[in-house]
Nanobody, 121 residues
Framework: QVQLVESGGGLVQPGGSLRLSCVASGSIVGIYNMPWYRQAQVPDRELVAGITSGGTTTYADSVKGRFTISRDYAKNTVYLQMNSLKPVDTAVYYC???????????????WGQGTQVTVSS
């Protein structure tokens, strides 16, 4: 069974920084895209940043220049470095992974449980 576990959330003042981590575990053959989403007081989750297996990154306009996504392929881990945080960044942050599991022919998408980020003075 594949699991994604996020960590690193918390309370931070405006202008501060946090680094989120997401570790994938289980019988993993390969990991494709590993994006970060967030969900505030809205029904839909917002795509924050993504990184492909080849290292290509994409960002939402609202976080460009402030957030950086990166991967450690050996550790099956994706990171989200968040700088210059604003109150509007307050949300539950989720990682998502397109993962090919042992015995499967196609990758499936998995979600972590989420980690709360609160930006407030």
């Amino acid at each position: 069974q594949v699991q994604l576990v996020e960590s690193g959330g918390g309370l931070v003042q405006p202008g501060g920084s946090l680094r989120l981590s997401c570790v994938a575990s289980g019988s993993i053959v390969g990991i494709y895209n590993m994006p970060w989403y967030r969900q505030a007081q809205v029904p839909d989750r917002e795509l924050v940043a993504g990184i492909t297996s080849g290292g290509t990154t994409t960002y939402a306009d609202s976080v460009k220049g402030r957030f950086t996504i990166s991967r450690d392929y050996a550790k099956n881990t994706v990171y989200l470095q968040m700088n210059s945080l604003k109150p509007v960044d307050t949300a539950v942050y989720y990682c998502n992974g397109g993962i090919l599991q042992t015995g499967e022919s196609r990758p499936k998408f998995y979600w972590g449980q989420g980690t709360q980020v609160t930006v407030s003075s």
